[in-house]
């Protein structure tokens, strides 16, 4: 059966939870640079993330997820990197993975990762890709 209708032709949403408004809109909107669309209390902050919408969803608490939530590929992550360093984001480090003096971590494949947290303790990262080879 064919389908008429595919979800990769379709704009994506970005969902994450916060607790703390106040912090969380002066951090994504301030520190990370994205533009607030609306606020929709007590429902969610909406961001713009480069045209895709990015729903900041304001809960009572947080369950903890292991792992990233939300990230950006960035053209260069060594800059990148030290920008948001400057603006007061702190890099996290994890053990047994072999980052840089930046926080930067190198994955097999030539992929460029750092990780940092927003005010609620969400898992965010930036990535730089090699570009593919065909």
């Known amino acids: 059966m064919a389908q008429s209708f595919r979800l990769g032709k379709c704009d994506i949403i970005g969902f994450v939870s916060i607790v703390d408004v106040a912090r969380a809109k002066d951090f994504y909107r301030d520190t990370l ?26 809960a009572k608490e947080i369950a ?12 260069e992550i060594n800059a990148t990197v030290k920008e948001l360093a400057q603006a007061g984001v702190q890099f996290e480090r994890y053990g047994g993975m072999d980052q840089d003096e930046l926080g930067i971590w190198t994955s097999p494949t030539g992929a460029k990762v750092a990780w940092f947290k927003d005010p609620d303790g969400n898992t965010l990262s930036i990535s730089e890709h090699p570009e593919p080879k065909f």
């Not at 609306?38 to 713009?48: G, I, R, Y």
């Open 33 to 58: 640079g994205l533009r607030l669309v609306m606020e929709e209390p007590p429902f969610a902050l909406v961001f713009d993330a480069k045209g895709i919408m990015l729903r900041l969803v304001m």
């Open 64 to 75: 903890p997820v292991l792992g990233t939530v939300l990230g950006w590929q960035v053209p």
